[in-house]
């Protein structure tokens, strides 16, 4: 009897649940590719193993901000792998043969985390604090909140690598990072859905409107931070007055 695989299972449940053979083409074009099934679960298992690592380390980063600042300033964490499908198609929009070779080597985003936060104060906070751990190198920075893009885009982007320690080796595996306050993630939620329902060819005063629902979630991240702010304040000022000499 023929081995099933965890990844033939895979495509085959995504063709019944969605009546699409492209993923079941992308999946075989990656593993025709001279490097095997064996090969593509072993890319697969590390930066699922690479994920791990980061999201045990948000975790741990929250509860120890709450311990000390009585504070979290991670709301949720999500994570993925990219599909063979948007692996192939990348691959393919610049220049390169479907390889797992080249996948690993060119494909910054094969798995992805994001972080959702509260506040933008509380992305430069976790930023800083993922740059603090010795064993995560940064690769690149994207800070498309200072820098927005012309879609009105904005999130703070990170392709960091992080060691997977194998039975035999240890594998630097890249990561990308979003960090992003709850609105912002709204905003591109419904972005990302817009741009694949027109193959991102939207018409154009759908694209003006979510460039000025852009500008909106933006003035309402700074409206909730200074409102924030002011709270804290207040709490920090009533402290002080109850631990007043000859106060109660």
């Known amino acids: 009897m023929k081995n099933i695989h965890f ?15 492209s993923y079941k083409r992308a999946y075989m074009e990656l593993n025709s590719s001279g490097d095997g099934i064996d ?5 697969n298992l590390i930066y699922n193993a690479a994920l791990r690592q980061i999201e045990t380390k948000m975790e741990i980063l929250n509860d120890e901000f709450q311990h000390v600042h009585q504070y979290n300033p991670i709301e949720h964490i999500k994570s993925r792998i990219k599909t063979p499908e948007s692996i192939v198609k990348k691959l393919k ?10 996948m690993v080597r060119y494909i910054n985003d094969i798995a992805g985390i994001r972080i959702i936060c509260s506040f933008t104060s509380d992305i430069y906070r976790i930023a800083d604090m993922i740059r603090d751990q010795k064993d995560i190198r940064v690769l690149a920075i994207k800070d498309y909140i200072t820098y927005p893009k012309a879609s009105g885009y904005r999130s703070y982007h ?4 992080v060691p997977v320690y194998l039975s035999d080796r240890i594998v630097d595996t890249k990561v990308e990072i979003q960090i992003r306050t709850v609105a912002m993630d709204f905003w591109a939620s419904l972005e990302h859905k817009i741009h ?40 920090q000022s009533k402290e002080d007055v109850y631990q007043a000499p000859g106060k109660k």
């Open 7 to 21: 990844y033939d299972v895979l495509w085959y449940t995504n063709i019944i649940k969605t009546g699409d053979r």
């Open 158 to 161: 990170m392709i960091v690598t």
């Open 93 to 102: 929009r610049h220049g390169y043969e479907s390889t797992i070779d080249n």
């Open 39 to 43: 090969s593509w679960k072993e890319v």
């Open 196 to 235: 694949y329902k027109f193959e991102g060819d939207a018409p154009e005063h759908i694209k003006s409107e979510l460039i000025e629902c852009s500008r909106m979630v933006s003035d309402l991240d700074a409206r909730m931070l200074s409102l924030n702010d002011e709270i804290l304040a207040l709490a």
